[in-house]
């Protein structure tokens, strides 16, 4: 019987090491296949689309022109969930196309520094810090200056910088 079990491990063992090659194999060829796939399909691609991408930015920013930037500085916010122990000071940054809508918004400054304070204080620090965060805000701050602008013939704010973002 003790005989039995020791050839019946030992033809297990031999079936065992007969498959050792085979998935050696297996892994090796996937190793050579995910380097050619990668060297070959996916880099080459990868390059492409990173020379393309700054060409058509360029284009972009050539075909635009920036307008007078307009600032309203220091701003300063206790962010939600602080409890008052962090601060942001920032400064914001509006592009406007001409003198009259710079003399609208100065107008209009209490309020709009008003809705700066109220969307600022509204944010926690998680939602101020990453960099789509930011752009978020600034969407936010744009869609909220141009809500409180009278429709004149004077435009709108084209866009919003933020120029100062300090946390602490």
Do not use: C, W
């Amino acid at each position: 019987m003790a005989k039995e079990e020791v050839t019946a491990k030992k033809n297990q063992k031999d079936g065992a090491m007969k498959l050792v090659p085979i998935i050696l194999g297996a892994v090796v060829l996937e190793v050579v296949l995910a380097y050619f796939l990668v060297t070959k399909i996916i880099a080459p691609q990868m390059r492409a689309a990173v020379q393309q991408t700054p060409l058509e930015e360029e284009g972009v920013k050539k075909s635009r022109t920036i307008g007078k930037i307009y600032e309203i500085k220091d701003i300063i916010v206790n962010p939600a969930g602080t409890d008052g122990t962090r601060y942001l000071n920032t400064t914001v940054g509006l592009e406007v196309e001409n003198d009259q809508l710079i003399a609208e918004l100065e107008s209009r400054m209490p309020q709009i520094r008003d809705s700066l304070i109220d969307i600022l204080v509204g944010k926690t620090i998680e939602e101020l810090d990453g960099v789509e965060d930011k752009r978020l805000l600034r969407e936010e701050i744009l869609t909220r200056i141009n809500d409180l602008l009278p429709e004149t013939k004077n435009g709108k704010v084209a866009h919003v910088y933020l120029i100062d973002f300090v946390i602490q």
